[in-house]
């Protein structure tokens, strides 16, 4: 029978419950035991079930949690203790995930495809990423199966179906009850394999707690789902906060599953990636990250996040705190072994011995791990309802829309979509805002797709007939058409911040540069095309110093002319951190989706051709001499792109960069 001795003495004394472990037969741990567990992560899946681009209609193996299925299953038969956590930004990224948010929304009773897959995966807790919020509160709140207590959320609606494992997140809060969103913590109870001090196996019990955070930034990327409803904490003061509560409830180990990255700029309560601050919190004894799209540990990264004071890069650790981030669409899997010793009253780490990695997909001989045949039976309904969706056609190109060199000057996937939101933003001065009349209208977007996630991660619509899918391709996001009011002065500190994408060059320097900064996300790198508004990026000058010559209709911008920018409402409301930004300039919050403005313009214009819509450039690179190769990376073999794009200076160097990822090696020459 159970040892009621012993679990009376924990009730009695909350704060050292931690050290009131027990054998699964009921007897108390002994001194000395020790054990392997191993916290498994997934993270950014964003609704990439199976190895497939909707966007491009075809397979893609390199993403899909079909494919983490196989790491996943690999690591448990390694480690027979263990528990599997996603890190969020699951529910939104693919036109699956806006089929079943915004074409064919889901009905109560039934479970998102998603979740359907975390589901058959096992997942034992999840967090909440940024992207969560994309689709509102009442769908969170709906598909999560909670029941938000915030204003848009009906205080009658059903609690619907949601996934099978619990959904963490203690920095969020409702505006009305001033109580977290979601529970902001759970404790998992598991029965772990031992070795006690005699060599003997025996099982224990283990209490791990699991608590998540997400960027405060929701709060303006999302604004117009979440102002007034919804506020946020800072990472760290939330963990001050909850872990002692966590702590007397029984947490022998806390896992922090934070959707963030690192970064050392100071520690501000609504910063976008916190982490390194969240690792010193007393009690943290595992951080789970995400959000950054990267991997870590990666010994080989130049990412200068990864080489902040007591990041340990080669062996996983934040000031000491094992630590991983196991970057997005299943690509890789999260693997922390813990080695756990217990000391009669504690289950201590013993980090020496603890191992870090982040296990990829992509195997050495170049190829992928299998697929897990379950997941394409599993949502095979919603994927051949997606497909069906997205092949509805729209119009026609005469040209090649792409983003491989969006970097270095080729337009062909942006100014369509600048296109759109200027037109929309004429039609609704004149129809609703006269008093605009008079200023001109501007559009900036970006590439979204610019390689982040490996060489197949580019915008790539073919000449010929369009459909919904490649207006997704085009415009990735679910975000909806603002218009801000900006001066020419701030215009330009508009353009000085998109150009931080590139790295400052030395023209004097004979070593080969990098013209791209990594670390600068391309859905940043905000670009016009507009015929009447030129410039120049000198990227031999400091960040804040690169645009010049800058004209509109042929004479120098003045700082005091005012402009109506259309953008999204992520940049609007300060999404980025550009100067000025931050939803006090708004004039136009339009309820359309950007993407549903693209489509609607390529459906009234019939065909597109390069001449009137991919060709219009407002910048190009001031023009130097480098005594060294000025480099970039791409996908292999598309020069011919870049000459059909007029950029005469390209050439691939290597078809193969050596990086181990599929990239080819490109030169710039800047001086032409």
């Known amino acids: 029978m159970p040892n009621l001795t012993m679990r009376y003495a924990c009730l009695a004394l909350p704060f050292l419950l931690i050290g009131c472990s027990t054998l699964a037969g009921g007897g108390a741990t002994p001194s000395g035991a020790e054990a392997t567990l191993a916290l498994l992560e997934t993270t950014d899946l964003h609704a990439n079930v199976l190895s497939f681009d909707y966007y491009k209609l075809k397979d893609d193996p390199s993403i899909g949690i079909e494919r983490t299925a196989t790491l996943i299953k690999q690591a448990r038969a390694e480690y027979p203790n263990n528990l599997l956590f996603d890190n969020g930004d699951a529910l939104q990224g693919t036109a699956l995930a806006d089929y079943q948010a915004l074409v064919r929304p889901v009905a109560c009773g039934e479970t998102l495809a998603i979740y359907k897959a975390m589901n058959q995966l096992k997942v034992d807790g999840a967090s909440v990423g940024n992207h969560e919020f994309n689709y509102g509160l009442a769908y969170l709140s709906q598909v999560t199966g909670s029941h938000f207590d915030v204003d848009g959320v009906p205080a009658d609606a059903p609690r619907c179906a949601g996934p099978d494992f619990p959904i963490v997140l203690a920095n969020i809060y409702s505006a009305k009850t001033k109580q977290p969103l979601f529970a902001p913590y759970h404790i998992l109870t598991r029965q772990i394999g031992a070795t006690g001090p005699d060599g003997k196996p025996l099982n224990a019990t283990i209490r791990i707690g699991i608590i998540g955070f997400t960027p405060p930034g929701i709060l303006s990327w999302d604004k117009r789902w979440l102002q007034g409803k919804v506020y946020a904490e800072g990472v760290r003061e939330t963990a001050q906060k909850y872990i002692p509560r966590m702590r007397a409830e029984g947490a022998d180990l806390i896992v922090a599953v934070s959707h963030g990255g690192l970064s050392g700029e100071p520690y501000d309560p609504g910063m976008e990636d916190g982490n390194y601050y969240l690792a010193e919190v007393p009690g943290v004894d595992v951080l789970l990250m995400g959000h950054q799209h990267l991997v870590f540990p990666n010994p080989a990264s130049s990412n200068p996040n990864f080489n902040l004071p007591r990041v340990d890069k080669t062996r996983g650790a934040v000031r000491g705190v094992p630590a991983v981030m196991a970057n997005l669409w299943g690509k890789n899997l999260g693997v922390i072994g813990l080695r756990l010793k217990y000391d009669g009253q504690h289950w201590r780490i013993d980090k020496a011995r603890t191992t870090v990695e982040a296990r990829s997909s992509k195997q050495s001989d170049g190829g992928y791990v299998a697929a897990d045949p379950a997941f394409a039976s599993l949502i095979a309904a919603e994927h051949a309802a997606t497909i069906r969706y997205v092949q509805t056609p729209v119009g026609s190109s005469d040209f090649r829309m792409t983003t491989y060199f969006a970097d270095v000057g080729d337009v062909s996937a942006l100014e369509p979509v600048n296109q759109a939101q200027t037109a929309y933003v004429r039609d609704y001065v004149k129809a609703n805002l006269p008093q605009y009349a008079n200023l001109p209208v501007l559009s900036v977007t970006a590439p979204f797709k610019s390689g982040a996630a490996g060489p197949a991660d580019y915008t790539d619509v073919k000449p010929g007939p369009l459909a919904l899918n490649n207006a997704a391709d085009l415009y990735l996001y679910p975000n909806e058409l603002h218009a801000v009011k900006v001066s020419g002065a701030q215009l330009k500190a508009w353009l000085e911040k998109a150009a931080e994408r590139f790295n400052r060059i030395d023209p004097a320097s004979s070593a080969r540069q990098e013209l791209v900064d990594s670390a600068f996300y391309g859905f940043n790198f905000d670009a016009p095309t507009d015929a009447d508004l030129n410039y120049r990026i000198d990227v031999t000058q400091p960040a804040g110093q690169r645009i010049v010559d800058l004209h509109y209709k042929g004479a120098a911008l003045s700082p005091s002319q005012e402009f109506l920018v259309a953008t999204n409402n992520y940049r609007a409301s300060g999404g980025g951190n550009f100067p000025g930004l931050d939803g006090s300039k708004t ?35 001031a023009p130097v001499r480098v005594e060294g190769q000025v480099v970039f990376h791409s996908a292999p073999n598309m020069t011919e792109l870049a000459r059909d794009a007029g950029l005469s200076g390209v050439t691939q160097l290597n078809e193969d960069d050596g990086g181990g990822k599929g990239f080819a090696l490109y030169a710039i020459d800047l001086s032409k």
């Open 587 to 621: 004039v136009i919050a339009s309820p359309d989706a950007s993407r549903d403005v693209l489509i609607a313009y390529v459906r009234k214009a019939g065909r597109l051709t390069r001449a009137r819509n991919g060709a219009a450039r407002s910048w190009r690179f």
